[in-house]
């Protein structure tokens, strides 16, 4: 079951397991980069409500000052720290870091702005946004200034090119939750094409920008404002599902829209590395890929059976059944979280149907959230094994990943992923419905905050209400949950164990 | 990883792996030898009637004929079968063949009784009895003939020992779903004490009449009736939840009953073969098992804080809500089913606890049914070992069960059974959602089911309701979700297997 020797030896350059002082200074110093990139995308709301006029201008002037003074601190006091060895604890905690301080430094602006949100509120706003979940707090965004709407829109369209780099970059080697199956794909599929990763990462983000103005044109063509084009294209391709207006895609009524939409959501929750392939001329890569398969299987058997519901039980017209359909089971399984009707009132099938696809979410090193399709895969893989030696218990089995065997040990740590979620998720609900939430409310949060979708189930927080009534510790909890859930877990619960902090 | 040789070998007298005819002989002399008990026992409730002059003897009479013709049919037609060499599939086959054979004949009084069930109400009542589920079609209870109170009982004390053997004699033999771990718990512990599985197997049946008849005797000396406390002995070692009354313990109002039924429903809930080591004078191994421990730590550990819920949130006085909690954790962590009061009005948190204490189950080798302890055990270790793994990745970790390694093979086959108890949980409740049944219905029916527990959540199958109002299709769903959950799932998915079935 061993995997070629060539592609063991990715991990050995980082880890040594070898127990030293836990160096701060690179992981300061990379934070305090993204930090000073984070002031300057600040700009861009500001130089929007700068255009219309609107006093929060300053407010993004000052928070951009602000993250930029406090990066470069972290730059500046740590431009001597080594990076050539960088051990698996400082990975971990650098990712943590990362994503819990750009999450902070977001929320000064619509901490500030005139909104007059709660730090909880902001918090939660800018959390929901970087993970691309897309719950939100806000009320009567149709009448919102565009600063803090183009910034909702960023933070989700650059959380999301985070994930993609995150799940290509540093998942695989921090073997977290099956990642290790991903080791390969830099260094083997692409080896010929872009032999390095920072490469790689760099394709993968003009193919991100190339994708999002694809979005933005066609978004822009079928009657959308160039406004908010540009925010729906950001938050679409991003799969994070922030929007303009409080009826969401509901409120521009277009088919037209719905499909782009259907299609745009549908392409973030492919892995991009895969992109690059097709590019190469190498599609036939994309549509024999194991996850991909499973992905598109499962999205249009889906949305068939909701639209077959749809026409039975609500006697919708055939072709609108397919639509809301389709538009829905793609903006749930990506995590989007877009809504084009309240589609809570469909009846208890399609909400189990959707609480499922909720739980599935996309592709790894895509923009989706949720346990991912290739755990299922390895999940099925495993089942087939189990069934077999049941039957034949000196029968020879093999479980294979895209033609690949896939170890035991792999397969362990994909199933500890499954266990590690259902117990999250009962932990985040429990701790909800302490808080006063109901049955529904609680549960629904608690899944969608940990699989990155969005909207919840239920009156309050359901795709025709919004997070901003619930009482200030539920949106603490669901702010972790969320990172948790974008972090797969492991990442953020390893530094919890008392065995990463033994030195 | 591997277990001493010497443990080893017992599966090897069962399976060979060579494919041969399926020989159906042995498995119909075994159904038809139980069919002729089964007959045997439909007499006690025969007299029961004829002792108060009810007509129903009659359809006892006519049942218990009939099954034993049929068993004493197939026990001559079929005397010549060897039993030497089982193979798995053979004892697969047996073991399903077995439960839903008992099942079909257990529902025929039932059927005929003068409470007018339909054939799904009834194959439904005798299915919860026999895997000790304890959900119920029949109201009016408390003016039910005493025969067919004392055959649901009956068929509820009959589930229970069965379930109790099939899991220290054949489901460690068929390695399902992790129970291979418990291979050696016949042959290793007690070899010196009882040489074999027919000794353990008759000193097992002594036990648990002993136990079942002191039990009688404390709730006779605490006020009950004797019929009312035989028919509840019953099913309390059973963990089963039949009652004779429509309010169930509720019915008696003592809360001297409530805490008798909390000992015997929890001491239900532990391995028999523990019991047997106690006898022995080695009360220590009880204390020290790894499943005796969690299992009582959840309990505890899920009574306090429902206590201190009852407390805080209804201002229940401290001893009361220690009472009511303590019996509800009890009654659904074991899979009894019987209510003292309506835990659906507790609120949101209690809901979501008792939900999870449906899943957890109590040990295997007892009669209660769900996940099981040691399930959650091995998934500890293999988080544990997971963690350290991202830590340490060249650190080495041992996984243990009672001191012993487990092999990986085990922890795989360990969460397979996870994956797929989730697996049937979201199609018994999506195929239930599609019947047009409620969300919290069809949810809460479906985990009762699988989990063996007994009532649901909500006001149609809550603790004050009954089943008796679903559509017949939700009921043989639920039949089989119940057989499903008692024989382990793996037991009955392997039959559907088409590898199973190709010779």
Same mark, same amino acid.
């Given at each position: 079951?061993?995997?070629?020797?060539?592609?063991?030896?990715?991990?050995?350059?980082?880890?040594?397991?070898?127990?030293?002082?836990?160096?701060?200074?690179?992981?300061?110093?990379?934070?305090?980069?993204?930090?000073?990139?984070?002031?300057?995308?600040?700009?861009?709301?500001?130089?929007?409500?700068?255009?219309?006029?609107?006093?929060?201008?300053?407010?993004?002037?000052?928070? #951009?000052?602000?993250?930029?003074?406090?990066?470069?601190?972290?730059?500046?006091?740590?431009?001597?720290?080594?990076?050539?060895?960088?051990?698996?604890?400082?990975?971990?905690?650098?990712?943590?870091?990362?994503?819990? +301080?750009?999450?902070?430094?977001?929320?000064?602006?619509?901490? %500030?702005?005139?909104?007059?949100?709660?730090?909880?509120?902001?918090?939660?706003?800018?959390?929901?946004?970087?993970?691309?979940?897309?719950? +939100?707090?806000?009320?009567?965004?149709?009448?919102?200034?565009?600063?803090?709407?183009?910034?909702?829109?960023?933070?989700?369209?650059?959380?999301?090119?985070? /994930?993609?780099?995150?799940?290509?970059?540093?998942?695989?080697?921090?073997?977290?939750?099956?990642?290790?199956?991903?080791?390969?794909?830099?260094?083997?599929?692409?080896?010929?094409?872009? !032999?390095?990763?920072?490469?790689?990462?760099?394709?993968?983000?003009?193919?991100?920008?190339?994708?999002?103005?694809?979005?933005?044109?066609?978004?822009?063509?079928?009657?959308?404002?160039?406004?908010?084009?540009?925010?729906?294209?950001?938050?679409?391709?991003?799969?994070?599902?922030?929007?303009?207006?409080?009826?969401?895609?509901?409120?521009?009524?277009? !088919?037209?829209?719905?499909?782009?939409?259907?299609?745009?959501?549908?392409?973030?929750?492919?892995?991009?590395?895969?992109?690059?392939?097709?590019?190469?001329?190498?599609?036939?890569?994309?549509?024999?890929?194991?996850?991909?398969?499973?992905? %598109?299987?499962?999205?249009?058997?889906?949305?068939?059976?909701?639209?077959?519901? *749809?026409?039975?039980?609500?006697?919708?017209?055939?072709?609108?059944?397919?639509?809301?359909?389709?538009?829905? #089971?793609?903006?749930?399984?990506?995590?989007?979280?877009?809504?084009?009707?309240?589609?809570?009132?469909?009846?208890?099938?399609? /909400?189990? *149907?959707?609480?499922?696809?909720?739980?599935?979410?996309?592709?790894?090193?895509?923009?989706?959230?949720?346990?991912?399709?290739?755990?299922?895969?390895?999940?099925?893989?495993?089942?087939?094994?189990?069934?077999?030696?049941?039957?034949?218990?000196?029968?020879?089995?093999?479980?294979?990943?895209?033609?690949?065997? /896939?170890?035991?040990?792999?397969?362990?740590?994909?199933?500890?992923?499954?266990?590690?979620? #259902? *117990?999250?998720?009962?932990?985040?609900?429990?701790?909800?419905?302490?808080?006063?939430?109901?049955?529904?409310?609680?549960?629904?949060?608690?899944?969608?905050?940990?699989?990155?979708?969005?909207?919840?189930?239920?009156?309050?927080?359901?795709?025709?209400?919004?997070?901003?009534?619930?009482?200030?510790?539920?949106?603490?909890?669901?702010?972790?949950?969320?990172?948790?859930?974008?972090?797969?877990?492991?990442?953020?619960?390893?530094?919890?164990?008392?065995?990463?902090?033994?030195?």
């Amino acid at each position: 079951m061993a995997e070629p020797a060539r592609l063991r030896r990715a991990p050995a350059a980082v880890a040594s397991g070898v127990r030293t002082r836990l160096e701060l200074g690179p992981l300061l110093f990379v934070t305090g980069t993204l930090l000073v990139i984070l002031a300057g995308t600040m700009l861009v709301p500001m130089l929007a409500d700068l255009a219309v006029g609107h006093p929060d201008w300053e407010v993004f002037l000052v928070s #951009a000052a602000l993250t930029a003074f406090i990066g470069a601190a972290l730059v500046l006091a740590n431009r001597g720290a080594r990076f050539e060895a960088l051990t698996t604890r400082q990975i971990f905690l650098l990712t943590t870091l990362v994503w819990t +301080t750009l999450s902070a430094f977001s929320a000064i602006p619509l901490a %500030l702005c005139g909104l007059e949100l709660s730090l909880a509120d902001a918090v939660f706003e800018a959390v929901s946004g970087i993970t691309t979940t897309g719950s +939100t707090v806000i009320t009567g965004l149709d009448t919102a200034p565009p600063g803090i709407l183009l910034w909702r829109a960023l933070l989700q369209w650059l959380g999301g090119i985070g /994930i993609i780099v995150t799940a290509v970059a540093i998942l695989p080697v921090l073997s977290v939750g099956g990642m290790q199956l991903f080791r390969s794909e830099s260094s083997d599929r692409s080896e010929k094409v872009l !032999p390095r990763s920072a490469q790689i990462a760099s394709a993968i983000g003009w193919l991100y920008v190339s994708l999002t103005l694809a979005c933005l044109l066609v978004y822009w063509s079928l009657g959308m404002s160039m406004f908010d084009a540009a925010a729906h294209a950001m938050t679409t391709v991003a799969t994070g599902g922030y929007s303009t207006h409080d009826a969401s895609i509901g409120y521009f009524a277009s !088919p037209e829209i719905e499909w782009a939409a259907v299609l745009f959501m549908a392409a973030g929750g492919i892995p991009f590395v895969l992109y690059l392939q097709v590019l190469r001329g190498r599609a036939g890569l994309l549509w024999r890929d194991v996850q991909v398969r499973w992905y %598109l299987a499962v999205l249009v058997g889906a949305s068939l059976l909701l639209a077959a519901w *749809l026409v039975r039980e609500h006697g919708t017209s055939p072709l609108e059944a397919l639509r809301s359909a389709a538009f829905t #089971a793609t903006s749930i399984m990506t995590g989007t979280g877009y809504a084009s009707t309240d589609y809570g009132q469909w009846g208890t099938f399609p /909400i189990i *149907l959707l609480f499922f696809l909720k739980c599935v979410g996309g592709c790894t090193g895509s923009t989706t959230g949720g346990i991912k399709i290739f755990r299922f895969v390895v999940l099925y893989q495993v089942a087939r094994i189990q069934m077999g030696r049941l039957v034949q218990p000196s029968g020879v089995f093999r479980m294979t990943f895209n033609g690949r065997p /896939i170890a035991e040990d792999t397969a362990i740590s994909v199933m500890a992923f499954f266990f590690l979620f #259902a *117990l999250s998720f009962t932990l985040v609900a429990g701790l909800l419905a302490a808080l006063g939430l109901d049955y529904i409310t609680a549960m629904s949060a608690s899944v969608t905050a940990l699989a990155n979708v969005g909207p919840g189930l239920g009156p309050i927080i359901g795709p025709a209400g919004h997070f901003g009534d619930l009482p200030e510790a539920a949106k603490w909890v669901l702010s972790l949950a969320m990172l948790l859930g974008r972090l797969e877990l492991f990442t953020v619960l390893v530094l919890l164990t008392p065995l990463f902090w033994r030195s």
